[in-house]
Every structure is written in C-alpha cells, then in structure tokens.
C-alpha cells in the first residue's frame, strides 16, 4: 500500500500504533470522522505465535527498514524480544528505527559480512525486503549468510507470493524451519476488520474464508 505514511497526515485520530509506525492500513469512518489503525505489527505478531515462534527474549535480525519492517521491529521490541538486529542499505531508515528503542534494536549495514554475523548472533530471522516477491525478483548478493543460522532457527520472509521465495527455499533445505507472510496478511486483515466493525470477529470462521479467496487468486 503506497499510501500509508500520507493517510498519517490526512485522519483525524491515530492509534498508538498508527502514530508509533508513522503509517496507517485501516480507516474507518464513524462519527464524522476518520481514524486511522495499523494492523501490520500486531498481524505479524499473531502470525508468528500462531506458528509457535515465541518472541520474548529473542534476539532477531530483521532484514530491511521499510514501513513493513518498522512495524515488524517495533512490535518485536514491545513484546519482549532482548535484541533486534536491523540490517539495512540505508543507514539513516536503521538508525532512526534504532532510535525508538534504544538499547533493544541495534542498526547495521547489508553487507554480506554483517549479515553472516548477524545471523550467527540472532534465533530468529525476518526478511521485510521485497526481494524474492513476484515480478520484484530477488536484491541479495548472495544467501550465503544463512550458513551462520544455528540449528533450527526460525526464517520468515512477511512475502507471500511466492509461497516459497528463494530465501526460505535456501533455509529449508539446511534445515530451518520457515513461514512466508501469508498468515501476516490474513491475521492484518481480519484486525482490520475489527477496526471497521468494533467488534471481535472469530479467525475460526473468517480464516478459512480468506484462504479460499487467496486460494482462488492463487496466492496459496
């Protein structure tokens, strides 16, 4: 959505974490007025608990520092994680993400040797880069980083489609256990929906509706 960061300016309230992300997924308008939500880190939250990543205490390499990647990081940083590593091109995007948390997230450069540390030092690795998604094409040097992950360390890649990008193809097969950002996008919807009907809507019944619509786009 390339309008998230413009909605900030154009709604007449913000949730703590639409003001906190600098962007907004969700607007709903009641009371003659509009308010804007971010669904994006509490989807992703949802997201990895549901597949049994517990992010207290961890320490986490996040790779990017988009809007998707803010949201990522600053939801990790409220829920518990010790440390967060965000690897990033741009320096001033890392830094300023750096900032919001001092002493829980770190930033560092992409390069393929910071990287390959970083990876040595985290148990959880999230790529918020568009690389690998479709008609995008992958932007990393080279995945050889990942051979510094330790057994069994969680990669997820928040890129739906392709199911399997390149990075989570090179985990699996040395043996990691990943997740693409499907479930992200389902968990960031159905709170939208929250937002717009204020009221609690059961995953049980709208999540298999949403698979069998993505499902009949096929993404999954």
Known sequence: MPHKTELVALVDTLSE????????????????????????????LQSIIENGINPVNRRAAVLGA??????????????????????????EKALALAGEFPGVIEARDFSQKTLAETAAECDMLVNCTPAGMDGVGSSFESLGFLNGLGEGIPVVDIVYNPAKTE??????????????????????????????????????????????????????
């Open 167 to 220: 990075l989570l193809a090179a985990a699996e097969k040395a043996g990691h256990p990943v997740m693409n950002g499907l479930s992200m996008l389902m968990w960031q919807a159905l709170f939208s929906l929250e937002r717009f009907a204020e009221t609690k809507i059961d995953p049980d019944f709208v999540m298999p509706l949403m698979r069998a619509a993505l499902k009949g786009k096929g993404i999954c």
């Open 66 to 91: 988009g809007g998707a990647a803010r949201a990522v990081t600053l939801k990790l940083a409220q829920s518990g994680c010790d440390r967060i590593f965000v690897c990033n091109r741009t320096a």
């Open 17 to 44: 974490d639409a003001a906190l992300y600098g962007a907004v997924n969700t607007v709903a308008i009641r009371g003659g007025g509009a308010h804007g939500y971010n669904t994006d880190g509490i989807g992703f």
